[in-house]
């Protein structure tokens, strides 16, 4: 599991100094502390004395803290960006969705209707154009805080859904920019790379996911070719393509908008959850669904055309997500994107 890791340096700097004066001689010996804090430390042992790094930082500065291996949401290059989640619209009259590609991480949950809504991750590419966005659901509040306290943009909420967001772990960004070329409700879109300019975002922090680029396990799970698997009334599948799955939904791809980009991902997370009704319901009498990502369940991963069956757990909103095999080993996920479903 990828993260920061701290370092603290004692450093011991003895100073021998002699004074010369015009007719007297006398010798001063001076002995300073490095951390500043007034404590003797102790004498450097062989083994600590390896482990040390080449160059101390001066005296009553602390030490930098060293970045992490790999990101911990994609498993690639750091990016030393926070993170915005933001929810898109995912009914025929939001299509084509704008932005939805350069999402790191998108969660596929249902809502109300058995329709589905999607909430798109963003941490190391913020798109200038990105919508439609629409209001948030009570399943966001348990999700998100797995990022720690993640920006959410999104556009409006009722009454018991927003006051569990601003109770929650999580910095409420709601928009209402509307494009006159569209039909509202499913005309708000966001410049999401100039909300993160000025959000002042958190940086990203582990969410208990492992990468790893090559893993014997993978090498002998059983190959599988197209994905396909329900959320709600909604069809989700995945065709490899160029070592990636292009994303469809009832059978059409995610093509951009303005790009006409297709989305991939690298990785497909299938996750079985316990849906509940959570006392809202839309202006039709539509009951809300509440997806518990809390807990323990089954989870089935696909990457690189082949598939591992484990176990999800998670212990509370604030706690890492991880994926384990059946010897409780954290399951790899491949370096890239991913696209999670949650299935009641």
Do not use: C
């Not at 209402?176 to 959000?199: K, M, T, Y």
């Not at 599988?224 to 160029?242: K, Y």
Request: aromatic share 6%; hydrophobic share 40%; glycine share 12%.
């Amino acid at each position: 599991m990828a993260g920061f890791v701290w370092g603290r340096a004692h450093t011991i700097v003895a100073v021998s100094a002699a004074v010369v004066l015009v007719g007297v001689g006398s010798a001063v010996a001076l002995t300073g502390q490095g951390d500043g804090s007034g404590a003797v430390a102790p004498p450097l042992t062989s083994a600590s004395a390896s482990a040390a790094p080449s160059s101390s930082p001066p005296p009553g500065t602390a030490a930098t803290p060293r970045p992490p291996a790999v990101d911990p949401l994609t498993g690639k290059k750091p990016s030393a960006a926070g993170v915005l989640a933001v929810k898109v619209e995912n009914i025929a009259a939001a299509r084509p969705q704008v932005g939805l590609g350069s999402a790191d991480i998108v969660f596929v949950e249902e809502v109300e209707g058995s329709l589905t809504r999607l909430v798109a991750v963003y941490h190391s590419r913020f798109p200038s154009r990105l919508g439609p966005v629409r209001s948030a659901r009570s399943t966001d509040v348990v999700l998100l805080p797995l990022f720690g306290t993640p920006g959410l943009v999104y556009s409006g909420a009722n009454r018991k859904v927003q006051r569990s967001i601003d109770r929650a772990s999580i910095r409420a960004l709601p928009r209402s920019d509307r494009d006159g070329s569209r039909v509202a409700p499913h005309n708000v879109f966001v410049d999401l790379d100039a909300i993160a300019a000025e959000a002042e975002l958190r940086p990203a922090r582990t969410i208990g996911w492992t990468f790893a680029a090559a893993d014997p396990r993978w090498a002998a799970a059983p190959k599988d070719g197209d994905v396909s698997g329900r959320v709600g009334g909604d069809r989700f599948t995945f065709a490899p393509a160029g070592g990636r799955y292009v994303v469809r939904w009832n059978g059409q791809p995610y093509a951009d908008g303005d790009s006409g980009t297709k989305a991939t991902t690298d990785n497909v997370v299938m996750m079985s959850v316990k849906n509940a009704p959570d006392g809202n319901a839309d202006v039709n009498g539509a009951r809300s669904v509440r997806s518990d990502t809390t807990g323990r369940g089954t989870v089935v991963i696909y990457r690189d055309g082949r598939r591992l069956t484990g176990t999800w757990q998670r212990s509370a909103p604030s706690k890492p997500l991880r994926f384990l095999d059946g010897d409780g080993r954290d399951l790899p996920l491949a370096p890239g994107r991913t696209w999670v479903l949650l299935r009641g």
